[in-house]
Antibody, heavy 118, light 107 residues
Framework: QVQLQESGPGLVIPSETLSLTCLVSGDSITSYFWNWIRQPPGKGLEWIGYIHSDGSTKYNPSLESRVTISVDTSKNQFSLKLRSVTAADTAVYFC????????????WGQGTLVTVSS | DIQMTQSPSSLSASVGDRVTITCQAS??????LNWYQQRPGMAPRLLIYDASTLQRGVPSRFSGSGSGTAFTFTINSLQAEDIATYYC?????????FGGGTKVEIK
């Protein structure tokens, strides 16, 4: 049973960079696609992007200019960086596993709330 | 981006009722549609993929149907533990996009 756990600062200053890591346990990160999805308080879900263990990435065009997702297979984890954040980036950030069917997100972390505020 | 429109945005039903939620895609997505359940304070949980295939371990009172642009999600015999927000999500094209959600409450 795969488990995903997000970690990172809960508070980020406007204009700075949001950085989160997702530690994967119970399965190797060398398969499937590994996603970041966010949910502003009281609102719906927004897909941020994914990475495969081979390093290939796809991002939501609405965020692509500010997002980088990377993977560290030696630590079985992947990471999110979101630059130049504003209050609109305040959200619960989920890491999640997609696959084996492309586009089907089968396993999710518990989520971590990141607040952007000075 | 493909827009996903869910209705209703909320509903209230009694235990034992049949509950139906609809999801409309802005273009043909074949059957590339998932349904998720999100209980309060929790992460979403995959219930149905490929529009109608039940994920392992999901109770059979949940079902889905549809193809193209119109999809339906049904809970047969609503249970108290089904209180949650339900989301549809398309995976025909990137970016993956979600419906706005349907909040289900017990009357």
């Amino acid at each position: 049973q795969v488990q995903l756990q997000e970690s990172g600062p809960g508070l980020v200053i406007p204009s700075e960079t949001l950085s989160l890591t997702c530690l994967v346990s119970g399965d190797s990160i060398t398969s499937y696609f590994w996603n970041w999805i966010r949910q502003p308080p009281g609102k719906g879900l927004e897909w941020i992007g994914y990475i495969h263990s081979d390093g290939s990435t796809k991002y939501n065009p609405s965020l692509e200019s500010r997002v980088t997702i990377s993977v560290d297979t030696s630590k079985n984890q992947f990471s999110l960086k979101l630059r130049s954040v504003t209050a609109a980036d305040t959200a619960v950030y989920f890491c999640a596993r997609e696959g084996p069917i492309f586009g089907v997100v089968t396993d999710w972390g518990q989520g971590t709330l990141v607040t952007v505020s000075s | 981006d493909i827009q996903m429109t869910q209705s209703p945005s909320s509903l209230s039903a009694s235990v034992g009722d049949r509950v139906t939620i609809t999801c409309q895609a802005s273009q043909d997505i074949n059957n590339y549609l998932n349904w998720y359940q999100q209980r309060p304070g929790m992460a979403p949980r995959l219930l149905i993929y490929d529009a109608s295939t039940l994920q392992r371990g999901v109770p059979s009172r949940f079902s889905g149907s549809g193809s193209g642009t119109a999809f339906t999600f049904t809970i047969n015999s609503l249970q108290a533990e089904d209180i949650a927000t339900y989301y549809c999500q398309q995976y025909d094209k990137l970016p993956l996009t979600f419906g706005g959600g349907t909040k289900v409450e017990i009357k």
